[in-house]
């Protein structure tokens, strides 16, 4: 398997490569060359293996011959095994939906299914090749924590993390800020997740600078966190059509960055049968107006419950226009270029037509999310957190009423606490992990959102 940018300039690379690289050196994206497909057999064979097994099969189809099937098997098992659920993501059923629970990882959002994987990854490779590397990140909530725990403590790697400072919130800043390893650095950047995905770009778009310190992509820009991400969609898939005469499964996400989604849209790609991918934003809707309108123009950020999602510049969403535009690099280009100038895209009324075959959408405002989380606890005793009950809410306006719909849970209650407490009148359970979170040490710089002061306070402290 080998892989491109969607810009065309970088070709022919290897999976292995693909992982280092991150962001393309041309500025693209990286994507399989192929992209491999599963039968119905092989579909059908899933219903009975474990979720490690599932994500052996769909990786290594992305691999090649990269690595020892035995290697990867274990970093695998490995990745999994610090999951709290033997099923690593569960399906429930409430109120007529199906639930994936994506929240049973060290950091209990769906983002440590992808960085479990990667942090091993990233491990395996880094003593392959006897290298070091500086992991340069930016979250709006739960990729840092989650990366972060991916990585800590491992000897090649250095991890720094550009979260908005006061627009995370506690319990994530929390998860960060008390992790105190010597090899992790957080940094509370005065301004938006969108400052922070700019100075990562800036940082990987100088190609000395990016050699000479060894960055490392943990975002979904790095194509290992998007191909994590694909397995659970076979794996809802394996669990949920064998209880139903539907053929088709619809999947709702609240979606911020596109990674997530992206993933569900490569899964059907591959073969799976999904019917609706539904889209699911919240007040920060611009990839709901893409859907809509055509319309994909960027807003003033505005701060909601689901913290995850306060993003206008969606990381991923060049991925999927690669092959919108039926993988024609120079369009994308041009395209690409065309935004970076005005932050502004308007699609004729033929793509338009092509995306809604390819997605369904829903904007839900923060007092409907409320509501949501309200209802759905008051007739199933479950509580939603505040971007689940955006995918709920979306899932159940927008699904078949004959087609059964998986909603993605992205992440556990207990870390938006107050939104939770505000929707049903008392605190969300807290798990394990986080007892006692508030009186561990912490660790955090204060920092301007400017790449030239990051990248300085990178230079002070790498490999």
Same mark, same amino acid.
């Given at each position: ?11 022919? /690379?290897? +999976? ?5 690289? %991150? ?40 691999? %090649? ?10 970093? /695998? ?26 929240? @049973? ?38 990729? %840092? ?13 250095? /991890? ?30 005065? %301004?938006? +997740? ?26 979904? /820009? ?11 969609? +076979? ?6 059509? #064998? ?63 689901? #913290? ?67 209802? +759905? ?9 505040? @971007? ?12 078949? #009423? ?60 790498? @490999?």
């Amino acid at each position: 398997m080998r892989y491109m940018s969607t810009r065309g300039q970088v070709r022919d /690379i290897s +999976f292995k490569d693909a992982v280092m690289m %991150g962001l393309a050196t041309d500025g693209g994206l990286l994507l399989p060359e192929q992209i491999p497909t599963i039968s119905n057999d092989e579909l059908k064979r899933f219903s009975t293996m474990s979720y490690a097994e599932i994500a052996f099969d769909i990786i290594s189809r992305f691999t %090649g011959d990269d690595f020892p099937a035995d290697d990867l098997r274990d970093l /695998i098992n490995r990745s999994y095994a610090t999951f709290d659920h033997p099923d690593v993501t569960p399906v429930v059923k409430k109120d007529g939906v199906y639930i994936l629970e994506l929240f @049973h990882g060290p950091t209990l959002a769906f983002k440590d299914v992808a960085l479990q994987f990667l942090g091993n990854l990233f491990e395996y490779l880094l003593e392959e090749r006897n290298q070091n590397m500086n992991i340069l990140g930016a979250t709006s909530g739960d990729t %840092g924590s989650a990366a972060i725990y991916g990585v800590r403590g491992k000897e090649k790697i250095n /991890i720094f993390i550009m979260h908005p400072h006061g627009k995370v919130s506690p319990i994530q800043e929390l998860q960060m800020t008390t992790v105190t390893d010597a090899n992790v650095f957080n940094l509370a950047i005065r %301004g938006t +997740f969108d400052d922070g995905q700019r100075i990562i770009k800036e940082a990987f778009g100088d190609l000395d600078f990016k050699s000479e310190y060894s960055l490392g992509a943990v975002n979904s /820009i790095n194509w290992a966190r998007v191909l994590a991400q694909i397995v659970y969609y +076979f794996y809802a898939y394996s669990r949920v059509q #064998p209880e139903t005469e539907s053929k088709l499964i619809d999947f709702s996400v609240p979606t911020g960055n596109f990674g997530d989604i992206f993933a569900g849209y490569m899964a059907k790609r591959m073969g799976l049968p999904v019917g609706k991918l539904i889209l699911a934003t919240n007040e920060n809707n611009i990839l709901s107006r893409f859907v809509l309108d055509g319309d994909y123009s960027v807003g003033t950020v505005v701060e909601t419950l689901s #913290p995850s999602m306060d993003i206008q510049i969606a990381s991923n969403f060049e991925r999927y226009l690669f092959y919108l535009l039926d993988e024609d690099s120079e369009s994308l280009k041009a395209l690409m270029e065309s935004f970076s100038d005005s932050n502004s895209l308007q699609f004729d009324e033929q793509l338009q037509a092509k995306v809604r075959q390819d997605f369904a959408s829903l904007t839900v405002d923060k007092a409907t999310t409320l509501k949501q989380i309200t209802q +759905f606890y008051q007739a199933t005793n479950y509580v939603l957190d505040p @971007h689940t009950a955006v995918g709920v809410k979306a899932g159940q306006e927008l699904s078949d #009423p004959d087609i059964p719909i998986v909603c993605l849970a992205t992440a556990h209650p207990a870390k938006f606490g107050e939104a939770v407490q505000q929707a049903i009148g008392k605190p969300p359970e807290v798990p394990a992990s986080l007892a006692g979170i508030e009186q561990r040490e912490r660790r955090c710089d204060l920092i301007d959102a400017d790449t030239a002061q990051i990248k300085a306070y990178l230079v002070e402290r790498a @490999h």
